[in-house]
């Protein structure tokens, strides 16, 4: 048998390839003859006809339109500073004086690698790319948008100079909102033409284009603007534009920017928020080009009436706390969607960098993070109604108990107001803001279960543990206004995260949707513990002690939940405060981080806090929160539920003093505790606060530290220690001393329906008789109080009343024992 021969099929193959390989690659050619250069002097019509508006919530309400009175002012290539055209060279196209118009390895590396790896036709580009691109309508990453701009990039080298092409992208290049070209942004951010730009101001301008919204100087990234900058004045010196020296001198160098221009823009700040989210997501000239319509969350009245209120108090709290700036944001905690966003008291306010955004910035939040703390101890077991000693004490285990300071690695803080409680409960605690407790709780909870809680809720800016010790629950890390509000937001909404957004519709200029907001809802605490933190947050009568019964944190006819903090130096005050429907959170201090006087965020921010949930409130339907389910206490330690004397209970009768039985009523049972005085961490594993008393406690590093001041409290205060339980039991409240009581006019008798029903009853008793209460059917219907005991009801009257019912009378003595009795009640109707 033979093998046949395949190698005039294999040339056949290789021929049939080449010719198709010839015909494609002729096509290409005919088809890159027939490009045309676009026109390159129509800038102004192309951006207006394609400009990203961004609306209010309702979508009728213009906030910003990106192209709007843009700003644009061509000059010639001899009037642009050397510095700026060498920093643009060295930054964007290194090789621009080398090459045709195309680096051939990088387009290939973005028309068929990218695509390759999933990422699309992107990158590669170089100056006179850029140039053509900004002349092409279409944004799409598809190869053949790419070759040709290659064709066209290649065609505009031999068409016009290296110094033309270089004039025509400085003319052009976005440099942040309006501005458009080099001579532009020179005069907005330097106050002077692009020919006398300075080698430092012209680092700034080169770092720009590439991102001009994330490294605007009016942004908050202004450290990450510092970095881009250093990045290309090291390019110019690698690429010899400028020497060692000049390098050094710029790197080190400092520049004023111009204060920003009032451009008529509405809600700035959560403008060049949402516009960043843009370019972050749809790139940079997707955001020019494509015409996107931006539909957002913002309620633009709300909006509109917080910046009036922001803007009023800052100025009172300028002059009387010396905190001349504030922010608020607001979110509705159902959806995520964020209602209101004011970054300062003025976006355009130059006297405190006004566009800096506070409400995204990273600040110490005081004391308003304890909440995420006291979820977490509820977590695993501690109650609202747990009971710790708030007394000077000293928390690290390098120091003697009885150093009471903070020096030297020491640690012992203090309350707010200088004084200490003694035993409080959680819900006192947290309610009053004490400070020592907190860092109880703390260290109860466990730090990395504490932080892990925090984070589950939105607090993202806290991931390193190590950083962190126990001053974390008095604001020792670093969180934004926006992330603390939508966390407590979690508090607000049964334990269910909606993270925030700013988003409910984009769709580009050809109406296609490219984005729709859709709730994602995550439980991420349980019903019970976030109603537990809404119970004490919301709780007038155990925040009173601190703050009054009127404070600001108060409302009279809505259940709203709050908590201030303010930074031990005085830098930061929050508050923090939520119904169901809406999340408020507002932040006072000064954008240089200097102190305010010395006064507690009650003061400085509650009251503009307030004003503004008075104004939101009357916006949403009023709702109450939902209450925590109450707890049998019968089975929790003493410790757990607010007994701080000790563990050994008994329950005696008031009324005698003798031990109760199982006849003594509630009213007069009263729990009493030998007295055994010691810290919590006596008598519970601070890991599993339900389980059996530790044996050894003095083994947990703190037990020392937390006994050394209770026993010096015990001795200071005169406190007993020790007693008996009585041996004699109740004999008032027995069986044979209850009294009894019988109807005498009810049974066999035939009522009617509307005439009036006397009750007549015989009774017996060992002590006097304090009153009988009457029921129908179960329904309470009256109580008589005097000799002879004696109610007059009419039938008609009862709802649940039938032709055949139960009368029931209980009778109660003086000492609170009680009997009764149940007849037939016969109606005719």
């Not at 050397?82 to 930054?91: L, M, S, Y």
């Not at 992330?483 to 296609?512: H, M, P, R, W």
């Not at 009378?809 to 009764?820: E, Q, R």
Request: net charge negative; hydrophobic share 35%.
């Amino acid at each position: 048998m033979t093998r046949r021969r395949k190698k005039p099929h294999f040339r056949k193959l290789i021929l049939f390839f080449i010719t198709v390989g010839l015909f494609v690659s002729g096509g290409v050619i005919l088809w890159g003859a027939t490009l045309e250069i676009p026109d390159l002097q129509s800038f102004e019509t192309r951006k207006v006809t394609q400009s990203t508006k961004i609306y209010d919530r309702t979508g009728e309400i213009l906030l910003y339109d990106l192209h709007e009175n843009i700003r644009r002012s061509v000059v010639p290539y001899e009037d642009i500073s050397r510095n700026i055209k060498n920093a643009t060279v060295a930054i964007e196209d290194a090789d621009f004086y080398q090459h045709y118009g195309i680096r051939p390895l990088a387009t290939f590396r973005a028309v068929f690698i990218q695509p390759l790896r999933g990422k699309g036709v992107q990158g590669g580009s170089t100056i006179t790319q850029q140039v053509v691109k900004n002349s092409i309508l279409t944004n799409e990453r598809k190869v053949s948008r790419k070759l040709k701009e290659w064709i066209l990039a290649i065609k505009l080298e031999k068409k016009l100079s290296k110094e033309e092409i270089l004039e025509l992208y400085l003319n052009e290049s976005p440099y942040g909102g309006n501005l458009y070209g080099v001579e532009e942004a020179s005069q907005a951010f330097f106050g002077k033409p692009a020919a006398n730009l300075s080698l430092l101001e012209a680092a700034y301008l080169a770092a720009l284009p590439q991102a001009p919204t994330y490294y605007s100087p009016y942004g908050n990234n202004r450290g990450q603007l510092e970095d881009r900058k250093n990045l290309v004045l090291l390019k110019m010196f690698e690429n010899s534009f400028i020497s060692e020296e000049e390098y050094s001198k710029a790197k080190d160098g400092t520049v004023e920017f111009k204060p920003q221009q009032d451009t008529g823009i509405k809600a700035p700040h959560f403008v060049f928020f949402i516009r960043e989210y843009l370019e972050e997501t749809y790139g940079k000239r997707a955001v020019e080009e494509r015409g996107f319509k931006v539909i957002t969350t913002i309620n633009y009245p709300l909006q509109e009436k917080a910046e009036e209120i922001v803007k009023r108090y800052a100025f009172e709290n300028e002059e009387k706390f010396n905190a001349e700036n504030a922010s608020l944001v607001a979110i509705d905690p159902k959806t995520g969607q964020i209602l209101v966003m004011v970054g300062s008291r003025d976006y355009f306010d130059e006297n405190i960098d006004g566009n800096f955004n506070v409400a995204l910035a990273k600040r110490q939040p005081g004391s308003a993070f304890k909440p995420f703390v006291y979820a977490t101890a509820f977590k695993k077991g501690y109650t609202p109604e747990t009971v710790v000693f708030d007394l000077q004490t000293q928390f690290s285990t390098e120091c003697e108990p009885d150093n009471l300071t903070s020096e030297d690695d020491c640690y012992s803080p203090g309350n707010y107001d200088g004084k200490f409680h003694g035993p409080i409960t959680f819900r006192n605690a947290l309610a009053q803001s004490v400070n020592i407790p907190a860092v109880k709780a703390l260290y109860l909870s466990g730090l990395t279960d504490s932080l892990n809680t925090a984070r589950d809720m939105g607090l993202t800016t806290l991931v390193d543990v190590g950083r962190y010790g126990l001053t974390l629950v008095l604001g020792g890390g670093e969180v934004t206004p926006l992330d603390i509000t939508s966390a407590y937001g979690v508090f607000a909404n049964d334990g269910v995260k909606n993270s925030y957004t700013g988003i409910l519709q984009i769709e580009d200029g050809d109406g296609s949707i490219l984005e729709k907001f859709t709730k994602r809802p995550a439980q991420v605490i349980e019903p019970q513990i976030a109603r537990q933190i809404s119970d004490v947050l919301s709780d007038n009568k155990a925040r009173a002690p601190a703050f009054g019964l009127r404070s600001p944190l108060y409302f009279e006819d809505y259940d709203v939940a709050a908590k201030t903090g303010t930074t031990n130096d005085f830098r930061d005050a929050w508050i923090v405060g939520y119904s169901p429907n809406i999340a408020a959170g507002a932040w006072a201090g000064n954008n240089d981080n200097s102190p305010m006087e010395k006064k507690v965020a009650g003061f400085t921010i509650a009251p503009l806090w307030n004003e503004f949930m008075n104004e939101a409130l009357k916006t949403f339907p009023n709702e109450s929160f939902k209450k925590p389910l109450i707890e049998s206490t019968e089975n929790i330690k003493p410790v757990l539920k607010g007994e701080w004397r000790g563990s050994e209970q008994y329950v005696i009768d008031s009324i005698s003093g003798n031990l109760a039985t199982e006849f003594t009523p509630l009213e007069t049972r009263e729990v009493r505790v030998l007295n055994n005085i010691h810290s919590i961490l006596n008598w519970v594993d601070k890991i599993d606060p339900r389980g059996t008393i530790p044996t050894n406690p003095e083994k947990d590093s703190q037990f020392t530290l937390w006994e050394y001041p209770i026993r010096e409290w015990v001795s200071e205060n005169n406190v007993f220690e020790g007693g008996l339980i009585p041996t004699v039991i109740d004999t008032i409240h027995t069986p044979q001393n209850q009294p009894t009581v019988h109807f005498t006019s009810i049974d066999g008798v035939i009522h009617q329906i509307n005439i009036p029903i006397t009750t007549t009853v015989s009774y017996t008793n060992k002590f006097p008789i304090k009153k009988i209460d009457y029921f129908i059917n179960g329904i309470f219907v009256g109580t008589a109080e005097n000799y002879p005991f004696f109610i007059t009801f009419s039938p008609h009257t009862i709802e649940s009343i039938n032709k055949q019912n139960t009368i029931t009378a209980v009778i109660y003595d003086s000492m609170f024992n009680k009997g009764s009795s149940n007849s037939t009640l016969k109606i005719q109707f």
